[in-house]
């Protein structure tokens, strides 16, 4: 076998400029005892499973990596206040995020105190009037409202101000977050996040969770406080497992790490899902057009978008509202609206992804991109800010500027680049009004005027990680076929290995060499391919937004005598009776 320093087909610079080589280390492919003829141990294996772990890993369990719940700081303290608050029939109220992780993270907590015998307000803040995370003006009003305590879920770690006002109005709150936390904390009752900065190691491990994973902790030590309690003597306990659909769907939406504990959770929540028990979701199912069971890609890109169009361009409570709804009218009425307002979300994407884009020609060579303006919609910024990182290789940050001068923005990262350290860090050096978020992701408020400043910190303080993440660039492949390999049945067997997503990646093949037979644009800058190898096997391909790339002006002009090698995923093409594969192309490199 190759080692992983190895170049694959002997490419040393592709059509895009990289090289090939090998995913996984040296040393698992030298495992001198260990002949890994099976092809789900080589995937494991490449994504860094060690030897012994295989079997835990290919069927991930929650038994098999849920960790303690009291492991967490402020975890039972969270647990006991929620516990007394149910046994005196306190009102609670649940404050969400308004994206999917914010949305599923306050539906399960929801739905839970629901099966517990409570009966838990919700209120997620508009995204364009009130903006992220929690206000001292909404706390106080909840207050005024009734509400004794307030959890708040995806959001909170950032809120000094509000939560010192909350707590002087006689509001206990507990937050339940995930994003990067600052050295000094919010004064909060309880804040359960293993982004702590003084969490433990074992608990800081599970950093990589999303605010809907740390919320199904919290509900487990719940559950087994009151069962201390004697609180299921006289009501049924809540299978905490059924509620897994709504975990895996934030997980995914929320691009976390699909690796350990988030593995298991969108393993089996995927399982769930399928059974179509949340009313809510079965709906969106079929709004999505998804019949058949759905799988981890349809929770990123059908589900996913879909509940956050709500935040973005309608109402941010439609998500939580849908996915708690026990009303079979109720929740086809709200995924029609979801489905028309995701429409809607599309077109005001393409507009400000125009103009963004534009605008990326004047920051030279910037190691971070960072692009504003006025009238941009701040609803779709964060999609905007993933197109312009995908295709510049660089964390991309897109602003929107507003009539008082203020600054929405949201960023995007690339893999070994962590922008929400960054962007706390120049909140602490006052560049930023508010800031914070994980490795992958941010959002911040920024003064017109400090726009310019920040750009400087941010190129000044990434720069050296950018250079190294680039410089360290290289297409990572899993095998090597022939063109007749790339079938369905390869398509099964690869999925055996999943779920995939974000620090799991999608199995990557190389096939040929081919020949391109035919090769033409079609949608929206979508290069669509059709090459052959000497077998006359055919294989069709798709670039997504590559045809005026240098891989898409190749195809296009490329000989019909020339020969390359193809890289990309393997996905199933089910159009009406037939089933075949097609190759979802990222590279290509000549064969001759």
Known sequence: MLMASSLVCGVSRSILGQPWRWRGSSSDAADADFRPDDLIDQLLMARGIVRDELDRHREPTIRGFMPDPSLFRDMDKAAERIADALEADEPITIFGDYDVD??????????????????????????LMEGYGPSGEALVKLAEAGARLIVTVDCGAQAYEALEMARDAGVDVIVVDHHKCASELPKALALVNPNRLDENDEAASHGHLAAV?????????LIRLLRTRGHFQSRPEPKLIELLDLVALGTVADVAQLRGLNRAFVTQGLKVMA??????????????????????TDLGFALGPRINAGGRVGKSDLGVRLLTTEDPAEAAAISAELDRLNEERRVIEASVCEAAEALCGAQGNRAVLLVAAEGWHPGVIGIVAGRLKEKSGRPAIVVAIGEDGLGKGSGRSIGGVDLGAAILAAKESGLLVAGGGHAMAAGLTVERGKIEALTEFLDSRLAADIARCRDDRALLLDAVLAPGGVCPSLCDALEVGGPYGAGWPAPRVVAGPVRVIKADVVGNNHLRVIVAGDDGKRIKAIAFRMADSALGQAMLGALPHRKLWVAGRVKRDEYGDRVAAELHLEDAAWAD
Not at 116 to 126: N, Q, S, T
Not at 214 to 219: N, P, S, Y
Not at 276 to 289: K, P
């Open 213 to 221: 994973g740390v919320c199904f902790l919290l509900g487990a030590a």
């Open 102 to 127: 914010g949305a599923t993270s306050a539906a399960l907590l929801i739905r839970l105190l629901r099966d517990l015998g409570g009966d838990p307000g919700a209120y997620i803040p508009d995204r």
């Open 275 to 296: 059974k179509r028990r949340n009313v809510g979701l079965a709906a969106l199912l079929d709004a999505s057009r998804l019949g058949r069971a759905p799988t981890c």
